[in-house]
């Protein structure tokens, strides 16, 4: 069973294999309390990951090690089994869903692992790494349902608060809930005054709706940017530790993800994945009662396909209200486009792109639709242009 005499035993066996991040402040992502970062995006393989499977496979028998691991993840978790895999001489496969980003399948391979991916999501890919551990006798890797794995997350807690000693509360991640589960059950056993919230995607809130109904629940689909916390079913091992230590969950938006990948990148200069980014966008967006308190969010991975990097800073860019679009109806005549122009321009905003449409269903039928991107600085800002338009006579379309 999970112990603070394990967690601890924990951060002995592993001081050798993880790095030590060092908690950061983190002015201008909110004015609402004072925050910090626990940045495991800097951790060796870019996530947390690697100290629950570290700590794990410290602990086989020489027997188990022998016979090698398995394991299955959407990315993380994969990389850390590979790497503790590789540092330990032992063999290591790692069963992927093949929508995992090709980032995360190839670092996995490079660290030595051999991949097997399964059409589906991450518990597609959970039960074919039971058949190949039956069949092939491995010791399975659980990426969060286990003693060891937990234990291995919760040095991340002794590691805070080393360093800060009068916080108020942390701000967790949570997939299937070993993050959580170790940070929790650490911090409560050693300081029980802190608070200890959790976050989940709007589309995947596995454990949000099972902690919500008093019992585990499966989602029939999962669907986030926050590929590494899009688990249907949380563990059983997990929901009771977060059951009885965690204050409360909350869920983040999309947009909220993107927003806060977006801080992240502007006033730290960090890159977050998307499941390491929702304790980031819960502190921005005041998903709990942390206003004027000292508060720790844990950026739990940075293994962000740059692939999709572009379109979650578009994503962050307009609920931020740093980008917006706006739909014009125009009388087709000369100089319309060099009006709206200088009154953009006079407010400030960027125009940065133009499409300029006929359509019948103007008011007037010389009318046109003129649609206009614009770089602004908020949503104030966004407000100030479009009253200004309005006020010189031009149409808005919502």
Do not use: W
Request: charged content about 25%; proline content about 3%.
């Amino acid at each position: 069973m999970i112990s603070l005499e394990k967690i601890y035993q924990a951060k002995e066996v592993l001081k050798d294999v993880v790095r030590k991040t060092i908690v950061v402040k983190a002015p201008g992502i909110t004015d609402e309390c004072t925050l910090y970062l626990k940045p495991e995006c800097l951790q060796n393989t870019g996530s947390f990951k690697l100290r629950g499977s570290g700590f794990k496979i410290a602990n086989l028998s020489d027997e188990e090690k022998k016979r090698g691991v398995i394991a299955c993840s959407a990315g993380n978790h994969a990389q850390g089994v590979a790497l503790a895999a590789q540092k330990a001489g032992i063999k290591a496969v790692v069963c992927l869903p093949d929508s995992a980003p090709i980032s995360k399948i190839e670092a996995t391979k490079s660290y030595g692992a051999e991949i097997v991916l399964v059409p589906g999501v991450y518990d597609d890919a959970y039960n074919k790494a039971l058949q190949l551990r039956d069949s092939e006798g491995y010791t399975f890797v659980h990426p969060f349902d286990d003693d060891d794995v937990i234990a291995g997350q919760g040095t991340i807690a002794l590691e805070i608060l080393e360093e800060l000693s009068d916080i108020d509360a942390i701000i967790v991640p949570i997939g299937g809930g070993g993050l959580i589960a170790g940070i929790a059950y650490a911090v409560k056993k050693l300081r029980p005054s802190i608070k200890v919230y959790g976050v989940q995607a709007l589309g995947a809130p596995s454990m949000y709706n099972s902690i919500k109904d008093g019992k585990i629940e499966h989602l029939s689909s999962v669907s986030t940017i926050a590929d590494g916390i899009a688990v249907k079913t949380p563990g059983e091992k997990t929901f009771e530790i977060i059951n009885e230590y965690v204050d409360e969950i909350a869920l983040v938006t999309e947009d909220e993800i993107a927003a806060a990948i977006l801080a992240l990148i502007e006033k730290q200069k960090m890159v977050a994945e998307g499941a390491g980014a929702v304790a980031v966008a819960a502190a921005m967006f005041n998903k709990f009662p942390t206003k004027g308190k000292k508060v720790v969010a844990v950026v739990s991975g940075g293994n962000i396909d740059v692939s999709i990097l572009s379109r979650v800073i578009e994503r962050g860019l307009q609920k931020s209200g740093r980008k917006t679009s706006l739909l014009i109806e125009l009388v087709d005549k000369p100089g319309q486009l060099q009006d709206v122009s200088k009154i953009i321009a006079e407010c400030g905003g960027n125009v940065t792109s133009v499409h300029h449409e006929r359509s019948g269903d103007t008011a007037s039928i010389n009318g046109c639709y003129l649609r206009i991107s614009v770089e602004t600085r908020n949503y104030e800002h966004v407000q100030e242009i479009e009253n200004a338009l309005r006020n010189s006579g031009f149409t808005i379309k919502k």
